[in-house]
């Protein structure tokens, strides 16, 4: 069974950073993507970055220049490094996996990840 398990929010002061994990767990496809997606209360969940098999990385641009999403095949790990931390990122942050084809907008679409995280809270102060 798939199961991805994020870890690595808290509470940090504007400017701060943060690095999150999320483990893999039961997930053979060799072909895939995966994604982080963050929930503010009362919004909609929203995509932040991705990574493909392929090595290919994409970033949403309200974090380009911040953050950097990485892995770790030999731990089944994903990695957001989050730099020059804002007010505006806070959230509740989440991992997903999906197939392999994704691209362009598609990435940032949740109705295409067939597995999530239990999420992680990110709370960033001014």
């Known amino acids: 069974q798939v199961q991805l398990v994020e870890s690595g929010g808290g509470s940090v002061q504007s400017g701060g950073s943060l690095r999150l994990s999320c483990v893999a767990s039961?997930?053979?496809?060799?072909?895939?993507?995966m994604g982080w997606f963050r929930q503010a209360p009362g919004k909609e969940r929203e995509g932040v970055a991705f990574m493909c098999d392929t090595g290919s990385t994409s970033l949403a641009d309200s974090v380009k220049g911040r953050f950097t999403i990485s892995q770790d095949n030999a731990k089944n790990t994903m990695y957001l490094q989050m730099t020059s931390l804002k007010p505006e990122d806070t959230g509740m942050y989440y991992c997903a996996a999906g197939p392999g084809w994704l691209y362009g907008a598609g990435l940032a679409d949740i109705n295409e990840y067939d597995y999530w995280g239990q999420g992680t809270q990110v709370t960033v102060s001014s």
């Open positions: 039961g997930y053979t496809y060799s072909s895939y993507c």
